[in-house]
């Protein structure tokens, strides 16, 4: 069967033309739906309130995005190249130049510029068809995330994890596990740094998804030996300021799905939230809509509890490279957008898979990740557990009341 990398391209690009980015200011309707506070001053006295009392902290990611060590050392050959329609065109004679610029030959124009491989096979729907482009990675021993395997040593294996890169952090701890921001690091719309970035930000921030946490049976806020920690898909947008901000101490809703909800057991210790790793966890897609959540396997969560009520830090796990590689179509408009090519991400997400290692063969096929957070803190409201009237049952029961 011919496979292909995902087309994230090609998804992102149908993703990011439909999806209009309006910023919106939401009318915060009633304290029974929506609390909000003035600043994060005001919610972060709120967070040590509650936390004095022996019970929850709830928060909203503002920011959910791969990690990777962006400094000017991290890509020194650059970022990967595309080649750009114009270069392409260049190849070839100046009559098929203006036919294949003919609107009608768009779809033939972007098929063609993947048909790449040594007999004009089309390398991201046969990327063996073709040797490894070796794709530019990311360079050094500098990269962000997690200790995920507790190993320190390049060369160490675990009943899960095969021999792989062990980076160090920029608080110098070492064992930090995050092949796929080593392979995401140079990829020119994906990077951190990268230019599709703002959009994904802006698009969650905007309604696309959300992401809730809530941290229960906290004594201190500094430190507490024994915490429940609840991840949930939001159910409702971000509430936002008139600039567009979003606002601290929102009273927000999870989506009542058991997929989309995990708990985990953890501590805090010196005013950083630690978590237990636990099987999956299933999120959102983070890039687009159009496709269902997806698995991150053995997560584990750590944030910084910081004292404006915000909290900052990484969930870590595995992701599958299924994840980036399935049975689709393909063609090069998905790759000038996002410029991540195809066939070279192939060949990057086997080379440098580093979990959930085949005893029999030695190979893995899932790459450790990080995921920076930020959030802000919220009152998270079930409903399934403690019912809100909404204002046309609340109307109906005054107006009953009243006719009385």
């Known amino acids: 069967m011919k496979t292909i990398i995902v087309a994230m391209s090609d998804f992102l ?27 994060t001053d005001v919610a972060a006295a709120g967070l040590k309130r509650t936390a004095a009392e022996g019970k929850k902290l709830g928060f909203v990611v503002t920011y959910f995005y791969y ?3 962006q400094g000017e050392n991290a890509c020194p050959k650059g970022v990967w190249p595309i080649t750009s329609t114009k ?3 260049a190849t070839k004679p100046p009559a098929e130049q203006q036919r294949l610029l003919q609107a009608e030959n768009r779809k033939e124009l972007f098929r063609r510029m993947i048909e790449r491989g040594p007999n004009g096979e089309n390398v991201c729907a046969e990327p063996l068809s ?9 360079a050094g021993d500098r990269n962000d995330g997690l200790d995920l395997d507790g190993k320190t040593k390049d060369s160490a294996i675990t009943d899960y994890t095969c021999p792989h890169k062990q980076y160090t952090d920029s608080q110098g701890r070492k064992g930090i596990d995050n092949q796929l921001g080593r392979v995401l690091a140079c990829v020119n719309g994906l990077r951190e740094k990268g230019t599709l970035v703002p959009y994904f930000t802006q698009a969650m921030r905007n309604g696309m998804w959300s992401m809730l946490i809530e941290i229960s049976d906290v004594d201190n806020v500094k430190n507490d030996s024994s915490v429940r920690v609840d991840i949930y898909a939001g159910n409702e947008n971000m509430v936002k300021n008139p600039s567009g901000e979003v606002m601290a101490g929102a009273s927000l809703s999870p989506k ?6 995990r708990q985990f057991a953890g501590r805090i210790v010196n005013g950083v939230l630690e978590t237990d790793v636990i099987a999956d966890l299933f999120v959102p897609d983070i890039m687009t809509n159009r496709r269902p959540a997806f698995k991150i396997e053995r997560p584990r969560l750590e944030l910084k509890l910081l004292e404006d009520g915000t909290a900052t830090g990484f969930l870590g796990g595995y992701i599958s490279q299924n994840q980036y590689i399935a049975p689709s179509s393909a063609d090069a408009e998905g790759e ?12 990057a997400v086997h080379t440098y898979a580093d979990g959930d290692r085949d005893p029999v063969t030695g190979k893995c096929s899932t790459l450790s990740t990080a995921f920076r957070i930020e959030a802000v803190p919220a009152f998270i409201v079930r409903p399934d557990l403690t019912p809100i009237p909404t204002f ?9 009341a009243a006719a009385q």
Do not use: W
């Open 13 to 39: 690009l149908l993703s990011v033309r439909k999806f209009l980015l309006v910023a919106s200011l939401t009318t915060v309707a009633s304290t029974a739906i929506f609390a909000t506070a003035a600043s």
């Open 67 to 69: 990690a990777m060590e």
């Open 87 to 89: 270069e392409f065109l």
């Open 130 to 138: 073709a040797p490894d482009p070796q794709m530019y990675t990311l």
């Open 256 to 261: 009542i799905d058991p997929h989309l909800h």
């Open 336 to 347: 000038l957008f996002t410029g991540l090519d195809c066939h070279a991400m192939y060949y």
């Open 392 to 400: 046309s049952q609340r109307a109906k029961t005054l107006e009953s």
